[in-house]
């Protein structure tokens, strides 16, 4: 089994060609041609990341996010990235990230996320011009039976694990059709209110953005790493259904920079 081979695995349902211009997804680190023993497969990389694939001897990893996103300039201890790039290296470990050619996938980010939620009847929120039932930004679905927006906020945090969540003005009204875009995705938010979705959901959102729904639609910022979570979960099951035989698992390192304070 090469890199190749599981890159290949992955991009079955997420083809290169279809991250963002600004993306940096793909071999990150490493050969395509060398042995995939194991891997080891997390939203970020960090150096705690890359000393846990030393510890369970993964010379392979998987992330979402990209660790090099920028042009390198030098390899010296100055940053974590690179850091954990050197000691990548040195252990001989191989990296791959699956981005925004993974966020642009039908079976993507923003669907694992809306099958959490219960979500039916998707559709992509923003679909792309060249493969449009394939490949775009979110989701957009409905629940069976509407739910008041306080249980929907309760549902929301429940299944992202999240302590609390930032919301604009509750509009009174019931959830039934949900807009959601795992990370980043304010920019889509006005083709949410264009198929009038009773509610948004993403990450990232600025604080005047929460001025722009005027009673029109919930608009929910559930956090990026909350929101892009069940990524992880997504490349081992399709890593696995394809590979069988193939030794990966999802990393253990808490990888979220963010930390909440919750007032008692």
């Known amino acids: 089994m090469t890199v190749k081979d599981i890159l290949d695995c992955i991009t079955e349902i997420a083809p290169l060609h279809w991250q963002e211009s600004y993306d940096n997804a793909g071999l990150q680190v490493g050969d395509l041609n060398s042995e995939a023993r194991k891997a080891l497969i997390c939203l970020d990389i960090t150096e705690a990341v890359?000393?846990?694939?030393?510890?369970?001897d993964c010379n392979l990893i998987i992330s979402h996010h990209p660790l090099i996103f920028k042009g390198l300039k030098h390899l010296t201890p100055e940053t974590y990235i690179e850091r954990a790039v050197m000691k990548a290296i040195k252990h001989d470990i191989s990296m791959i990230s699956m981005h925004t050619n993974?966020?642009?996938s039908y079976?993507?980010?923003s669907r694992v996320l809306a099958d959490k939620l219960g979500m039916k009847n998707l559709h992509i929120l923003q679909p792309s011009e060249c493969e449009p039932e394939l490949c775009g930004a979110g989701m957009v679905g409905e629940f069976e039976n509407p739910m008041e927006e306080i249980d929907f906020l309760q549902l929301v945090a429940k299944t992202i694990g999240s302590p609390c969540l930032r919301h604009s003005a509750l509009t009174g009204r019931k959830i039934k059709k949900v807009a959601l875009c795992g990370g980043s995705g304010s920019p889509f938010m006005?083709?949410?209110l264009r198929q009038k979705a009773d509610v948004y959901l993403t990450a990232d959102i600025k604080y005047h953005d929460f001025f722009v729904p005027?009673?029109?639609?919930?608009l929910v910022d559930g956090g990026h790493f909350e929101t892009e979570q069940f990524t992880k979960e997504l490349i081992n099951e399709v890593i696995t259904k394809?590979?069988?035989?193939?030794?990966?698992?999802?990393a253990e390192?808490?990888?979220?920079?963010?930390?909440?304070?919750?007032?008692n």
């Not at 890359?50 to 369970?56: L, M, N, P, R, T």
């Not at 394809?242 to 999802?250: N, Q, S």
């Not at 990888?255 to 919750?262: E, G, K, L």
């Open 50 to 56: 890359v000393d846990e694939a030393i510890a369970k």
């Open 102 to 104: 993974l966020d642009n």
């Open 107 to 109: 079976l993507g980010v």
């Open 190 to 192: 006005a083709e949410a």
């Open 214 to 218: 005027e009673g029109n639609i919930l």
């Open 242 to 250: 394809k590979i069988p035989t193939f030794a990966a698992e999802i």
């Open 253 to 263: 390192t808490r990888t979220n920079a963010v930390f909440y304070f919750v007032r």
